[in-house]
Each structure stands twice: as C-alpha cells, then as structure tokens.
C-alpha cells in the first residue's frame, strides 16, 4: 500500500466493473456479496478524499448467449443503480468479424514462442480458438476515458480521479489527467493489478479480508 499525505481533495471513482468482477472472483470472492458504494467510501477515505459520486461501467451480454445470464446480469445493475450517487453505463458485448478473431489468434500464437514443431499442432486447433474469443468488451475503456477527461477537466466536478481495476490500458488517460493536474489513484485486487498502474500513480490494494469485513452487503 502506498502512503498519501495530501490535502482532501474532491473525487470521483470510476469502476471498470468487468475487471473488477473477475478480480473478485479469482481472489475468491462472491462479486454479489461486495456493496459498490462501501468500496467506494473506503477507497476514498484511504486516499483522504471526500467522495463526490461513482461511475459503474459495464457491458451488457447478449440475451441470444442465454437469458438466465442476461437477466441476471441486468438485476445486477438495477441494484448498482440503486447505490447513493451512482451512475451505471453500459456498452453492448460485440461479436467480432473473422479478421479480428483471426488477428488476435496470430498475435497470441506469436506471442508464445512455440518452436516448429508445436505451433502447427496449435494453429491446427485455430476454429476452436477463434469460438472463444468470438465475442469481446467494446468502449469501456474509451467511455471511461471521455468521462475522466469530462468531469475532471472539462466540467470540474472533481479534482481527484479514483480508477478501480487493475488493468493498464487506461494509463495514457491516467497520465493525461495528471499532466493537467488532476491528481489520480488506482486501486485493485492483488490478483490482476498492473504493476505498471503501481509504478506510476499512487495505489491500494483491496485485501480479501478488508473487502469482507469492510464492504460486504451483510
């Protein structure tokens, strides 16, 4: 954890809600027992910051992929939105086009290195490899850097911006923000949390214990 002694600034929070669902679940915690708004006053108070709202950005699955997971997943958001000063906004889960599946299993079969031998017998297996990466997260990342620059330069709602994921895409936005002296923080799981993100800006991590006993519905 990193120590901040700083003015009490006013923040927003921006979760990245795919990374921080999937963080939860690889540290073994049910993400529907964890209350949104408490990890947001706990996260503000560490940073010694007085909490002005919070942004919950998430995709929507497709209902075709079935309906007990779409329906779900949208109680899920009826009950973020229900939250004290929150906001959810949603993009669609994509499918992609057979170049951009294709691209992306060029890239990762080149990334790993197999000798001559191995990497026929993986590109043989391509089709089965181009199903599971047939649908992915578009704009999240986009809508949460729009929104950043929005409320913190543009509008001043804020002037401090608490990022929740552990993911490193968002560090040139991060670093934009800072140029422009917005004072930034990122805050994550263990698992999952960009050592990148630790390097540059100030950071938390959400213990497993802390999260249980701190932010928990019950």
Same mark, same amino acid.
């Given at each position: 954890?990193?120590?901040?002694?700083?003015?009490?600034?006013?923040?927003?929070?921006?979760?990245?809600?795919?990374?921080?669902?999937?963080?939860?679940?690889?540290?073994? =915690?049910?993400?529907? &027992? !964890?209350?949104?708004?408490?990890?947001?006053? #706990? *996260? @503000?108070?560490?940073?010694?910051?007085e909490?002005?709202?919070?942004?919950?950005?998430?995709?929507?699955?497709?209902?075709q992929?079935?309906?007990?997971?779409?329906?779900?997943?949208?109680?899920?958001?009826?009950?973020?939105?229900?939250?004290?000063?929150?906001?959810?906004?949603?993009?669609?889960?994509?499918?992609?086009?057979?170049?951009?599946?294709?691209?992306?299993?060029?890239?990762?079969?080149?990334?790993?290195?197999?000798?001559?031998?191995?990497?026929?017998?993986?590109?043989?297996?391509?089709?089965?490899? =181009?199903?599971?990466? &047939? !649908?992915?997260?578009?704009?999240?990342?986009? #809508? *949460? @850097?729009?929104?950043?620059?929005?409320?913190?330069?543009?509008?001043?709602?804020?002037?401090?911006?608490?990022?929740?994921?552990?993911?490193?895409?968002?560090?040139?936005?991060?670093?934009?923000?800072?140029?422009?002296?917005?004072?930034?923080?990122?805050?994550?799981?263990?698992?999952?949390?960009?050592?990148?993100l630790?390097?540059?800006?100030?950071?938390?991590?959400?213990?497993?214990?802390?999260?249980?006993?701190?932010?928990?519905?019950?």
């Amino acid at each position: 954890m990193q120590k901040q002694n700083l003015e009490k600034k006013k923040a927003i929070v921006f979760f990245d809600g795919n990374n921080f669902y999937h963080n939860l679940k690889a540290t073994f =915690i049910r993400p529907s &027992s !964890i209350n949104l708004h408490k990890v947001s006053q #706990l *996260i @503000s108070n560490q940073f010694n910051c007085e909490l002005v709202r919070s942004l919950y950005y998430n995709s929507i699955p497709n209902i075709q992929g079935g309906e007990d997971v779409y329906y779900g997943h949208m109680k899920f958001l009826d009950e973020v939105k229900k939250y004290p000063n929150f906001e959810v906004k949603t993009r669609k889960l994509q499918r992609l086009s057979n170049k951009e599946a294709i691209s992306i299993m060029n890239n990762e079969v080149s990334s790993l290195g197999l000798c001559d031998i191995c990497k026929p017998i993986v590109l043989s297996h391509w089709s089965d490899y =181009i199903g599971s990466v &047939s !649908i992915k997260e578009k704009g999240i990342d986009n #809508l *949460i @850097s729009v929104d950043m620059v929005k409320h913190s330069i543009i509008n001043k709602e804020c002037d401090a911006c608490i990022l929740i994921s552990g993911d490193a895409d968002l560090i040139p936005t991060l670093e934009l923000l800072k140029s422009c002296g917005i004072w930034v923080a990122t805050t994550s799981t263990a698992k999952g949390y960009s050592y990148d993100l630790r390097k540059q800006f100030p950071w938390f991590i959400l213990d497993k214990n802390l999260l249980k006993d701190k932010c928990s519905k019950n």
